[in-house]
T-cell receptor, first 113, second 112 residues
Framework: AQSVTQLDSHVSVSEGTPVLLRCNYS??????LFWYVQHPNKGLQLLLK??????LVKGINGFEAEFKKSETSFHLTKPSAHMSDAAEYFC???????????FGSGTRLQVQP | DGGITQSPKYLFRKEGQNVTLSCEQN?????MYWYRQDPGQGLRLIYY???????QKGDIAEGYSVSREKKESFPLTVTSAQKNPTAFYLC???????????FGEGSWLTVV
């Protein structure tokens, strides 16, 4: 079985400060991991994905995430927040086999001016 | 441009009515998915289909039905048996396991 836990339901940062969104996962096998972003009333857009290559993954808009197998974590970071980063972020695990993705409950990022 | 098209964007349903949400993709993806999202919550899987003429129930399939007669189309019917259908519905697709899943823009369904 696989599961995803996003440790914070809300994160608030000031513009220009670092962003850290935390995600822990459990999976019976080496998973593929994704981060998606959702702006209000929109679909989800892929930020980045890990598929057993480099453990530090760079995505769009300056985001990156590090896969740490020993900690079963896949935290999302960005050095400097921008107002346009305010959105909902989902950590997702893709198990082996034929099942669909498992989504975390989401983290709402607020960026204060 | 390739992508996933959901329609309508907004839909209102009266009590006792069935409604169908459309999802079309021109990405040549084999797998397609329907998710439900309630305000402030994550996504829950309703149905998924790995190939044409085959589909599987997800975690919350009760009150919903789907068909997959064509590779590019995966319509979702919300039946009158679904007692609380007001939600945001997202359709998605991907080529195969491990690959990126792509989402449509979503459809809002409201019961009036």
């Amino acid at each position: 079985a696989q599961s995803v836990t996003q440790l914070d339901s809300h994160v608030s940062v000031s513009e220009g400060t670092p962003v850290l969104l935390r995600c822990n996962y459990s999976s019976s096998y080496s998973p593929s991991l994704f981060w998606y972003v959702q702006h209000p009333n929109k679909g989800l857009q892929l930020l980045l994905k890990y598929t057993s290559a480099a453990t530090l993954v760079k995505g769009i808009n300056g985001f990156e995430a590090e896969f740490k197998k020993s900690e079963t974590s896949f935290h999302l970071t960005k050095p400097s927040a921008h107002m346009s980063d305010a959105a909902e972020y989902f950590c997702v695990v893709s198990p082996t086999g034929r099942r669909a993705l498992t989504f975390g409950s989401g983290t709402r990022l607020q960026v204060q001016p | 441009d390739g992508g996933i098209t959901q329609s309508p964007k907004y839909l209102f349903r009266k009590e006792g009515q069935n409604v169908t949400l459309s999802c079309e993709q021109n990405l040549n993806h084999d797998a397609m998915y329907w998710y439900r999202q309630d305000p402030g919550q994550g996504l829950r899987l309703i149905y998924y289909s790995q190939i044409v003429n085959d589909f599987q129930k997800g975690d919350i399939a009760e009150g919903y039905s789907v068909s997959r007669e064509k590779k590019e189309s995966f319509p979702l019917t919300v039946t009158s048996a679904q007692k609380n259908p007001t939600a945001f519905y997202l359709c998605a697709s991907r080529r195969d396991q491990g690959n990126t899943i792509y989402f449509g823009e979503g459809s809002w369904l409201t019961v009036v």
